[in-house]
């Protein structure tokens, strides 16, 4: 009986909004059934892809007889961390020069949210962190659980499916002095609207008066424009500036290493003696959590970065993602206006990134869901990367329908 069960006073937790959607999907049996809803690259013809460049390094590691499954340390792969700090601080850092960056390697994205999190309410004076709204659904989680307190900024205008910049100034003009900050350093999910580099200028003026100490989550570095340096950028001006700040960095959409986990975070500190105590105090937070990482992705990343011809090759693959994602963006644009469509459906192409806020309200995504077997979350996000320009006129008459039906 399971009223036997020492458990049986748990309730029954209600399925992750977006993981929640494949679930659904999963057990769709249409043919025209489409998955937006997941943000992870797909080919052209709807596949997972590995990049040649991936299988290129992991061959070099099989092959390689002087490898062995022994623990890494704490922090992680030490090649893979200065690696990782050159590529998102840029390699003539003053910051990286001066030995003022620790970075340890962390479980991708979350992980590396999540270490960042746990030394902050450990050790850093203002427990507040400010996020935008809205954000990445597990952001809010994350910083909760580690004991922080979340309050959001304004970031998003419905009306412009645009950056509600006036209310974003105002809402962190107002933030406690020396609250967190937590920035989507370029294609920011779910709404795929990034300020401009002379907003960012603004936002970085106004965080450094304030005393407010940023934290950089940058999930697609070359992911979003193509290019490695301009995703990065964000990220460069608040290290230029000689100030101090907190990235998290994950590998899962720039080398397509989603399952292995893969990122690093990154503190930026004053002085090179901060920083060593700084990850001092990081190990303490990795130990109990996961004891060390795992050594398989970070051996295949670290492994294109330090070779130039490998990281050519990966910046190759890299841009032909961000362009194949800029056409699905172009091609459902042209579509919703050859269909006539009501209403100004420019937002697709001005984002960036993997999504794409459409506007669309939960009933129209009920009804593409159960008229058109197309999977997305009930906020109108879509993942341009789980479309092919077979499944656009599919996607342009499921939005045709549910606009016009609701008008």
């Known amino acids: 009986m399971a009223s036997d069960s020492v458990f049986a006073a748990v309730v029954r937790a209600p399925e992750d909004p977006i993981l ?18 997941v943000g992870a690259y797909r080919t052209e013809e709807g596949k997972p892809l590995v990049l040649n460049v991936v299988r290129r390094a992991e061959q070099i590691l099989v092959n390689d007889e002087s490898r062995v499954k022994e623990y890494l340390g704490i922090t992680g792969l030490a090649d893979f961390n200065k690696l990782s700090a050159k590529l998102i601080l840029g390699a ?43 954000t990445w659904g597990n952001h809010p989680k994350i910083f909760n659980l580690a004991g922080l307190s979340v309050k959001t900024y304004r970031y998003y205008d419905p009306a412009t499916k645009g950056l509600d910049f006036q209310g974003l100034l105002e809402d962190l003009g107002a933030a406690p002095s020396g609250a967190i900050v937590l920035l989507h350093a370029c294609a920011h999910n779910p709404t795929g609207v990034d300020p ?3 907003q960012w200028e603004q936002i970085r003026q106004l965080i450094r008066s304030k005393q407010l100490l940023p934290f950089f989550d940058s999930a697609y570095q070359g992911f979003a424009s193509g290019s490695l340096d301009a995703d990065a950028e964000s990220v460069r001006m ?25 990122g690093a975070l990154s503190i930026v500190c004053k002085a090179a003696d901060v920083a060593s105590r700084v990850e001092s105090q990081l190990k303490l937070v990795i130990r109990p959590m996961y004891s060390n990482p795992p050594i398989h992705g970070a051996s295949i990343v670290a492994a294109i970065l330090k070779d130039s011809e490998m990281y050519r090759e990966w910046t190759v693959e890299l841009k032909a993602m ?11 644009f042209e579509a919703l206006s050859a269909r ?26 009920a009804f593409m869901t159960k008229e058109y077997h197309i999977y997305m979350t009930s906020d109108g996000r879509i993942s341009m990367a789980g479309l092919s320009s077979r499944t656009v006129p599919h996607l342009a008459d499921a939005i045709h329908a549910a606009v016009t039906r609701s008008t």
């Open 238 to 262: 608040f290290v230029a500036d000689g100030g101090e700040c907190l990235a998290a960095q994950s590998y899962a959409k720039n080398m397509g290493l989603y399952g292995e986990r893969v």
């Open 340 to 365: 006539g469509t009501p209403g100004d459906w420019s937002h697709i192409i001005k984002q960036i990134g993997m999504f794409t806020f459409t506007g669309l309200n939960s009933e129209q995504v």
């Open 92 to 134: 003539d850092s003053p910051a990286i020069q001066d030995n003022r960056v620790t970075t340890v390697q962390c479980l991708s994205g979350t992980g590396s949210l999540r270490v960042g999190a746990e030394f902050l309410a450990r050790h850093y004076h203002e427990k507040t962190i400010c996020i935008p709204n809205p």
């Open 196 to 198: 401009t580099l002379e």
């Open 322 to 332: 961000a362009d194949r994602i800029l056409s699905m963006r172009q091609q459902l």
């Open 20 to 37: 929640g959607v494949t679930v659904a999907y999963n057990k769709d049996t249409s043919p025209n059934k489409l998955n937006l809803g």
